[in-house]
T-cell receptor, first 110, second 113 residues
Framework: SQQGEEDPQALSIQEGENATMNCSYK?????LQWYRQNSGRGLVHLIL?????REKHSGRLRVTLDTSKKSSSLLITASRAADTASYFC??????????FGKGNQVVVIP | GAVVSQHPSWVICKSGTSVKIECRSL??????MFWYRQFPKQSLMLMAT?????????EQGVEKDKFLINHASLTLSTLTVTSAHPEDSSFYIC?????????FGPGTRLTVL
């Protein structure tokens, strides 16, 4: 069964705006990871946040983790057309496998 | 970063035939490899986990006799879809894991006519 589950949103935003997407999960985790997938392509690892971390930044990406609510958010600031993709969260519960959420489709309009 | 390749990137086959997909870790040795399946506009579903030299562990609902996995070395795993049917058409993604990180291949698009 899927561990991480994003709100089933399809975001359509203007270039330059911020995009926020959420992920919720059900059991305890070691870490949570966010991936990007362009249409018909493989996954690109974006960022990993450990269970003892609350916030992490990487370039224009900001990830938060709330283990009490079992949720995470991914914020992309100053979006670009090239950010158009599907974004997945995946949880690592220490059982040597990642469980993926449903994904968020983001479309950035130039 | 580490690179995982898949071959072929796409394949079209007739119903009833078998298709083999290769997954290679190009510049590292993977302790574990994973095979995922992804239907259009859906998430990745783990099919099986394989460790070099041992039998693969299949997820519930995945037929091991239909999806044959061979993990011959620390850099190569193969997935064979036997007697493929149109409902097996999907995007198959492999992943290779080191002690600390997991890397994904570019995927193989399988279309069964």
């Amino acid at each position: 069964s899927q561990q991480g589950e994003e709100d089933p949103q399809a975001l359509s935003i203007q270039e330059g705006e911020n995009a926020t997407m959420n992920c919720s999960y059900k059991t305890s985790i070691n870490n949570l990871q966010w991936y990007r997938q362009n249409s018909g392509r493989g996954l690109v690892h974006l960022i990993l946040i450990r269970s003892n971390e609350r916030e992490k930044h990487s370039g224009r990406l900001r990830v938060t983790l709330d283990t009490s609510k079992k949720s995470s958010s991914l914020l992309i600031t100053a979006s670009r057309a090239a950010d158009t993709a599907s974004y997945f969260c995946a949880t690592d519960s220490g059982n040597n496998r990642l469980a993926f959420g449903k994904g968020n489709q983001v479309v950035v309009i130039p | 970063g580490a690179v995982v390749s898949q071959h072929p990137s796409w394949v079209i086959c007739k119903s009833g035939t078998s298709v083999k997909i290769e997954c290679r870790s190009l510049d590292f040795q993977a302790t574990t490899m994973f095979w995922y399946r992804q239907f259009p506009k859906q998430s990745l579903m783990l099919m099986a986990t394989s460790n070099e030299g041992s039998k693969a562990t299949y997820e519930q609902g995945v037929e091991k006799d239909k999806f044959l996995i061979n993990h011959a070395s620390l850099t190569l795993s193969t997935l064979t879809v036997t007697s493929a049917h149109p409902e097996d058409s999907s995007f198959y993604i492999c992943s290779a894991r080191t002690l600390h990180e997991q890397f994904f291949g570019p995927g193989t698009r399988l279309t069964v006519l």
